[in-house]
């Protein structure tokens, strides 16, 4: 009985082993992947929570940052529509997020610092946020000009279809963009470099706008909202 034992102790043990050495470290190419993976495209959790340090606090974090970052973006029609709700803000919101994930791409390049720290640079094709806000305008404004006496309500349900087919209708930027990230070897996990929550931010940016510096976006948005008037006058 005892010697059963022993050898099914054994075999546990050998298992456990063997499972353990077939897990091979991931490359940094495979990292920064992984990074932008659950970053923006909210996919492999499991492996994040595994690879990065701390992952499924960094991991919470990262969502937080997304929610309240993708939330201002709604924040351009309360001018022209200053009724929406809440739940409808964040539906756009919800909407945006889910086009941009599904239409943008990205390509990445790692560059060794030393031999604990690497960074990795993105390509990024990102959605054309700009133009999807014209194109919704463009449609209320006209519909403005033909009934000035349009109710808000009215309104607010011609900018919600005006804005949701134009993210069927959306597409990337022709330009790419490109941002670039630290990460660090911490033993067998890896983690962001301290000080990064601007990079952070502006990676967000680019696969939302295609446009990775703000002062750059918020030009682009004021050009494209005179543009607008403009083109409806």
């Not at 009215?154 to 930027?173: D, F, H, I, S």
Request: charged share 35%; with cysteine; proline share 0%.
């Amino acid at each position: 009985m005892k010697r059963k034992t022993y050898l099914l102790c054994s075999l546990i043990i050998l298992v456990m082993t063997l499972g353990a050495c077939g897990k091979k470290a991931l490359t940094s190419e495979e990292v920064g992947s992984l990074f932008v993976d659950h970053f923006i495209y909210q996919q492999q959790d499991e492996a994040f929570k595994e690879t990065f340090v701390e992952g499924e606090l960094l991991s919470k974090q990262l969502k937080l940052m997304t929610n309240v970052f993708e939330d201002s973006f709604s924040d351009v029609f309360d001018s022209v529509v200053d009724n929406l709700t809440d739940a409808e803000k964040e539906q756009l919101s919800t909407d945006l997020m889910r086009t941009v994930r599904k239409k943008s791409s990205y390509e990445l390049k790692t560059q060794e610092i030393d031999k604990k720290r690497v960074e990795v640079t993105y390509t990024i094709h990102g959605f054309d946020y700009s133009h999807l806000v014209e194109q919704t305008l463009e449609t209320v404004f006209r519909e403005l000009m033909k009934s000035p006496s349009l109710s808000s309500d009215n309104k607010k349900t011609g900018l919600l279809l005006a804005y949701e087919e134009g993210l069927e209708k959306g597409q990337t930027k022709k330009e790419a963009t490109k941002v670039s990230l630290i990460f660090e070897k911490d033993k067998k996990k890896w983690q962001l470099a301290d000080n990064q929550d601007d990079e952070l931010e502006k990676l967000l940016l680019a696969f939302i706008s295609g446009i990775n510096d703000k002062d750059q976006y918020n030009k682009e948005m004021s050009d494209m909202l005179k543009r607008t008037i403009d083109s409806v006058s």
